[in-house]
């Protein structure tokens, strides 16, 4: 019913446009193809739908389906591509480092796709396993050759497509977030520009090829995305990174560029018609809409990546009370949860666990192996470092990050903030987190690797024999059901409106209790000594006066004197 409508909306627009175009023979037209898909992440099976209303969660997706829909929607003139992140973020991808979502894309018969973030999580010796797999062109920088030490070129920014008589330019953004969220060892010191410079570079290039069409594959974000198509000319379309909450394609306002944002996981198949004029070399127009993948069990045939010689992965380990979405109260919980299990296989003081690292959200009822591995899938390096309290802001906002990113779930502390209090911080609004239970001793830290390789801090600590997807599944295991864990308390810090590395020093004849329990060392108690000496004898003269507050003593001024004021 579909591909009817389909049909006769395509022959409509082709009406419209024959009449605006005069007497132009139907001849000189012909439509192009484009199908898409982005955010595989190697999930060979079929996944619960977040995109959509309705409970329980229909399923949606899988490798079988995919390649499916793929033949159904395929024409002769028509491309198919993937805009990166491909390669990680199941449990089939750990045996074969993302080489089977490569061989999948390969019985599909892609015509080319770009790096994610995520693809380069196995290091970039397997990132050139993955490209010389590739029965098609992964779209990168050429940097990335250098940095292989390699002879023969292997990574190219853009490639040409002859289809039907078109001659199409595809242009592949690098992602601009590999360098933060990867291991160091991981990236070889390859640094990414941000896209718009990409972009420009490359399109520039790509004029000299005199193609008719041009499309953009960027793993980005549609703020990004619109970016471009405000900012480019010459491109007839840019595909962006998916989402697995709205899969609604964003229209810039000042341009007429179509974006297309697909779904995730295989669940969605872009498809886009370009109505090109032959004789004039011109774009008339551009039709796209997202499809529905729905689940097809394999007849008889082998299905690539699931199958009865993985049936562990299919074991119930864990229950879920409620629903865990990929939205982001759902992450927050997911992501604190996760930082609990953390922290107590480790018995440390204080775990952060970024929720950016969490993929896949949970549905409620029995969960299997195969779907917790889905949520934390990267199987992240954990480190356990000792450090000073005074030192907890380094961590929680490490180098590197921009002030709009989320702040990252943490157990064992609760944040203040400048500003609203009302929603989930970003990192711009963080001034630092207090502890729950106060310490004299150094605090035991458990974080991600990578997460610490982004801080200030010379102490690494030490790398612990359990990674984050290891830690999670032991605790989901042993906990047997999974709810919703003690939520971080979001206070606000007074009068401060900056990250702690940058803010306004805290006046010590104004501070309330709570600004004063920011400082390391301070707590409740002591923060009630210091307001009733200012009020017994009036107030502070000099930073140093807080020597004489029961509690202060040498030591502990020296680490609050560059953080306080008297005014």
């Known amino acids: 019913m579909m591909e009817g409508l389909t049909g006769i909306v395509m022959c409509m627009l082709l009406l419209l446009v024959l009449l605006a175009a005069g007497t132009q023979p139907r ?23 977040f995109a959509s209303a309705g409970l329980p969660r229909r399923l949606l997706g899988g490798w079988h389906g995919l390649k499916r829909l793929i033949e159904q929607e395929r024409t002769d003139a028509s491309l198919l591509l993937d805009c990166g992140d491909f390669a990680f973020g199941s449990a089939e991808s750990d045996s074969t480092q993302g080489r089977i979502a490569v061989e999948f894309m390969n019985l599909c018969g892609y015509d080319a796709a770009c790096f994610g973030a995520r693809d380069f999580n196995g290091g970039l010796a397997n990132l050139e396993v993955l490209a010389t797999t590739a029965q098609f062109p992964i779209l990168a920088d050429p940097l990335l050759d250098a940095l292989l030490h390699r002879q023969v070129p292997l990574f190219r920014p853009y490639c040409v497509k002859r289809v039907a008589g078109i001659r199409v330019g595809i242009v592949g953004i690098t992602d601009p977030s590999v360098s933060f969220y990867n291991l160091r060892r991981n990236t070889g010191g390859f640094s990414v520009d941000e896209p718009l410079k990409q972009a420009r570079r490359y399109l520039a290039a790509l004029r000299e090829e005199s193609v008719d069409i041009t499309l953009v594959l960027a793993h980005v974000d549609t703020r990004t995305a619109v970016v471009l198509a405000e900012s480019l000319s010459g491109v007839d379309l840019i595909i962006c990174a998916g989402s697995a909450m709205d899969i609604d394609s964003p229209l810039p306002a000042g341009s007429q560029v179509p974006i297309v944002r697909n779904g995730v996981y295989g669940q969605r198949l872009g498809e886009v018609d370009i109505l090109f004029n032959l004789r004039e070399r011109k774009v008339y127009q551009c039709e796209a809409r997202v499809l529905n993948v729905e689940p097809l069990k394999a007849s008889g045939e082998k299905q690539v990546g699931v199958g009865s010689n993985e049936p562990y992965l299919d074991c119930v380990l864990a229950t879920a009370q409620c629903e865990f979405g990929p939205e982001l109260a759902g992450r927050v919980m997911l992501s604190t949860l996760a930082a609990r299990a953390v922290a107590e296989q480790s018995q440390a003081d204080i775990a952060i666990v970024p929720i950016e690292l969490l993929e896949a959200g949970l549905t409620v009822g029995p969960l299997r192996r195969r779907d917790l591995i889905a949520a934390f899938p990267y199987r992240d390096p954990l480190r356990l470092i000792f450090l000073p ?13 921009s002030d709009d990113q989320w702040a990252p779930a943490i157990w064992g502390a609760d944040y203040f903030v400048a500003g609203d209090t009302g929603r989930w911080p970003v990192l711009g609004q963080l001034v630092g987190p207090r502890l729950r239970i106060r310490q004299r001793r150094p ?16 102490d690494r600590g030490r790398l612990l024999p359990s990674n984050l997807t290891d830690s999670w599944l032991a605790y989901a295991a042993h906990a047997s059901t999974l709810a919703p864990t003690d939520t971080v308390r979001v206070m606000l810090a007074g009068a401060l409106s900056r990250p702690a590395a940058a803010r306004d020093l805290i006046n010590i004849n104004t501070a309330d209790a709570a600004l004063l329990q920011t400082l390391p060392g301070i707590g409740p108690a002591t923060a009630q000594r210091i307001i009733e000496y200012r009020n017994q004898r009036g107030l502070f003269q000099s930073v140093d006066e807080l020597d004489n507050v029961k509690g202060i003593g040498p030591k502990k001024l020296e680490k609050i004197r560059p953080l306080v004021t008297v005014r």
Do not use: Y
């Not at 005074?390 to 180098?399: A, I, Q």
């Open 443 to 458: 605090i035991k830290l458990v974080a991600p690797e990578w997460w610490i390789e982004r801080t200030s801090l010379t």
């Open 389 to 401: 309290e005074s030192l907890l802001p380094e961590v929680v906002r490490p180098k590197g990050a």
């Open 27 to 49: 001849s000189d037209f012909r439509t192009l193809r484009i199908l898409c898909t982005g955010d595989l992440h190697c999930q060979a099976a079929s996944m619960p739908d």
